[in-house]
């Protein structure tokens, strides 16, 4: 009698299948995995229905000295609403004509097709990110770029969500790509739940740029850091002049600047409009009649008018429009 899976779905949510393979990249099938896979009772029984498909024969070797067993095949992708491809065995390696042939059906069907890191490769195999924006991680940009000049890459992002087609960039950004999905699905407070439980940010500004061989700051840096951008988080409706945080955190005005930028990606005042639409973001995502000039006041922005030149400048879209394009989700 076979084993029941640890997790049973009795859910009836999106169908989320995620792929595993012979070379199988660990860390990002867990990410997927773990947002994804786990029950969220909390979610009521509209939670994503998961599972694991093998893109080929078992058993299957995967990083850190696993071997993993799959039941099922590329057949589930036939009812998937949601096809995860976690980082490819190597950027150059072949993919598999029937793989390719079942996620251009799934696409087809309506599915969403999603990779994450070096997954693009597969993706890529498929032919229908031609024309299309995508991403993956720094190190592999140059090498897809000349096998697929078609795509559209730019490896200066986190993830690009193209609608049915996402990619995420390095192996951890897949957190941020699946928790945007889970935003888009399922709304932000189940979203910024999770992240609190991965206790990650449930939201990202800035790109691969501020990973690439960026140094780590020390360990009394980021203390001082810490509790000065928890206290600016927490005041986005309030004036921050650049000298008070500064000397909230002991530096000079230069050097709080200096180490402010090498934390976080973005110098202080870029990193606080960033935070400050986030917060809007939020709020616009949540069911309700909270008006424009509302969220303008708890966000920061002061007006109506301030926060939609913000919007425009940064999210290429107005307040309203990215309201209703929330408006009827779960």
């Given amino acids: 009698m076979p084993t029941p899976p640890a997790f049973p779905n009795l859910t009836s949510g999106p169908r989320v299948a995620v792929l595993a393979y012979d070379g199988l990249c660990t860390f990002e099938f867990g990410?997927?995995?773990?947002?994804?896979?786990l029950p969220r009772p909390e979610a009521g029984p509209g939670w994503y229905r998961y599972a694991v498909c093998a893109a080929e024969p078992g058993p299957l070797r995967a990083a850190g000295g696993?071997?993993?067993?799959v039941e099922g095949g590329l057949d589930i992708l036939d009812e998937a609403d949601l096809v995860v491809v976690p980082g490819w065995r190597a950027i150059d390696a072949a993919v598999p004509p029937d793989l390719v042939r079942a996620l251009t059906q799934a696409?087809?069907?309506g599915a969403r097709l999603m990779s994450l890191c070096s997954g693009l490769a597969v993706l890529a195999a498929t032919g229908l990110l031609d024309g299309r924006k995508a991403t993956t991680h720094w190190r592999y940009a140059q090498d897809i770029a000349a096998r697929h000049p078609a795509i559209a890459l730019d490896p200066g992002v986190l993830y690009v969500d193209e609608g049915r087609i996402l990619t995420a960039a390095g192996s951890a950004t897949g957190?941020?790509?699946?928790?945007h999905v889970m935003r888009g699905d399922f709304g932000p407070d189940l979203a910024n739940a999770v992240a609190r439980r991965l206790v990650?940010?449930?939201h990202r500004e800035g790109g691969q740029a501020q990973f690439i061989e960026a140094p780590v700051l020390r360990t009394h840096e980021a203390a001082r850091l810490g509790p000065v951008i928890d206290a600016m988080r927490a005041g986005l409706a309030e004036d921050q002049p650049l000298a008070a945080m500064a000397d909230?955190?002991?530096m000079s005005l230069r050097t709080f600047q200096r180490r402010f930028t090498a934390a976080t990606g973005l110098p202080p005042g870029e990193w606080i409009i960033a935070e400050r639409l986030r917060l809007a973001r939020e709020m616009l995502e949540?069911?309700?009649a909270v008006s424009l000039a509302e969220i303008a006041e708890a966000s920061g922005f002061r007006s109506p008018a301030g926060l939609r030149h913000h919007f425009r400048a940064r999210l290429g879209t107005s307040p309203a429009a990215y309201r209703r394009s929330f408006a009827g989700r779960a």
């Avoid at 990410?31 to 896979?37: L, P, Q, S």
């Avoid at 957190?175 to 928790?179: A, E, F, R, S």
């Fill in 31 to 37: 990410v997927a995995a773990e947002v994804f896979g």
């Fill in 66 to 69: 696993l071997t993993v067993a």
């Fill in 107 to 109: 696409h087809a069907r």
């Fill in 175 to 179: 957190i941020d790509l699946c928790l």
């Fill in 200 to 202: 990650v940010p449930p």
């Fill in 248 to 250: 909230r955190a002991g």
């Fill in 286 to 288: 949540r069911p309700g």
